[in-house]
Nanobody
Framework: QVQLVESGGGLVQAGGSLRLSCTAS????????MGWFRQASGKEREFVAGIRWSGGTRYDADSVKGRFTISRDNAKNTVSLQMNSLKPEDTAVYYC???????????????WGQGTQVTVSS
C-alpha cells in the first residue's frame, strides 16, 4: 500500500519560513518524479514545485520562484519543500504527490498525500 505522509505545516507570520516534508512508503521512490501542490480555499489545486529522482531538474511555479526550494533524499524516501519569505497568499493546504512522468499537471500524478495546512498571517 502506497502512502505519502506530509508534515511541517502550521501557522507563521508573513516573512517567516516553514519546511514541509513528505515521507513515502510502498513504492520505489527513486522511480518517481515528486511534486508539491497547494490548494487555497475556493481555488483550484496549483502546482508549486517538482523534482526528478536525480534532483537535477526542478520546476518551480512562478509565484514561488526564489522563495521556495524543493529537494529530495532517495535514501530516506523523503521530499521536502523549504518555504521562505512567506506571504499571506501562500496560505493553502499543501500536498505532495508522485508521478512516473515529469509533469506539472495534477492529473499526471498517481499518488497523493493527505495534505498539510499552511497559514500565513499578515
Amino acid at each position: 500500500q502506497v502512502q505519502l505522509v506530509e508534515s511541517g505545516g502550521g501557522l507563521v507570520q508573513a516573512g517567516g519560513s516553514l519546511r514541509l516534508s513528505c515521507t513515502a512508503s510502498g513504492l520505489t521512490f527513486s522511480s518517481y518524479f515528486m511534486g508539491w501542490f497547494r490548494q487555497a480555499s475556493g481555488k483550484e489545486r496549483e502546482f508549486v514545485a517538482g523534482i526528478r529522482w536525480s534532483g537535477g531538474t526542478r520546476y518551480d511555479a512562478d509565484s514561488v520562484k526564489g522563495r521556495f526550494t524543493i529537494s529530495r533524499d532517495n535514501a530516506k524516501n523523503t521530499v521536502s519543500l523549504q518555504m521562505n519569505s512567506l506571504k499571506p497568499e501562500d496560505t493553502a493546504v499543501y500536498y505532495c504527490a508522485a508521478s512516473l512522468r515529469s509533469t506539472t499537471r495534477h492529473s499526471g500524478y498517481t499518488y497523493w498525500g493527505q495534505g498539510t495546512q499552511v497559514t500565513v498571517s499578515s
